[in-house]
């Protein structure tokens, strides 16, 4: 379960990551192809593993994607990689905007910023709020704490959390030349 406790640690080693993403049935080899990486510029790692661009790490029934580079391709990908399951997105870093994305294999059903709402809901206020309240979050964490909801959502979304042993565990590096 999705704690204080947990969100704190989580964010504590995750503040540096930019993009969040939790694929719920792709695979690291789906997510290289979707965003269009070749296999040989990537290394086995892991989370404190090295300077990298992206960590690709299977986690319960899913995939979770970190990216590191501002540049990063998953958003592009989404759309593709939603048609294995649903992903969850969301700008993690304390510098930049809280934009949470919801993706099914119809499209992008939400974008919305979390702390904010009402900062250019998509498709609008009312859809955001709709699918918030029908998260296993709820409209409650998702109004008090939102990183613990996306947390929640995404635990749920994937049937796991990164824990300590996920964190010592060997993922997919990537490094981006030039």
Do not use: K
């Amino acid at each position: 379960m999705i704690d204080d406790s947990y969100s704190n640690w989580f964010h504590q080693y995750t503040s540096n990551i930019l993009l969040l993403t939790w694929c719920s049935a792709a695979t690291t080899e789906d997510v290289l192809a979707a965003c269009g990486i070749s296999p040989e510029i990537t290394e086995p790692m892991n989370f404190l593993g090295g300077d990298i661009d992206m960590l690709i790490g299977r986690l319960g029934n899913g995939t979770i994607i970190m990216d590191y580079n501002v540049d990063y391709f998953t958003p592009r990908a989404l759309p593709t990689l939603a048609q294995y399951g649903p992903c969850l997105s969301a700008a993690w870093c304390d510098e930049v905007p809280a934009i949470v994305s919801y993706y099914t294999h119809a499209g992008r059903l939400v974008r919305f910023d979390a702390s904010e709402r009402d900062w250019y809901p998509d498709p609008n206020l009312a859809s955001v709020e709709q699918w918030i309240a029908a998260t296993p979050a709820g409209t409650e964490a998702w109004d008090n704490r939102w990183r613990r909801a996306i947390l929640i959502t995404a635990e749920a979304l994937l049937q796991a959390a990164i824990d300590e042993e996920w964190m010592r565990s060997t993922h997919v590096g990537v490094t981006f030349p030039g």
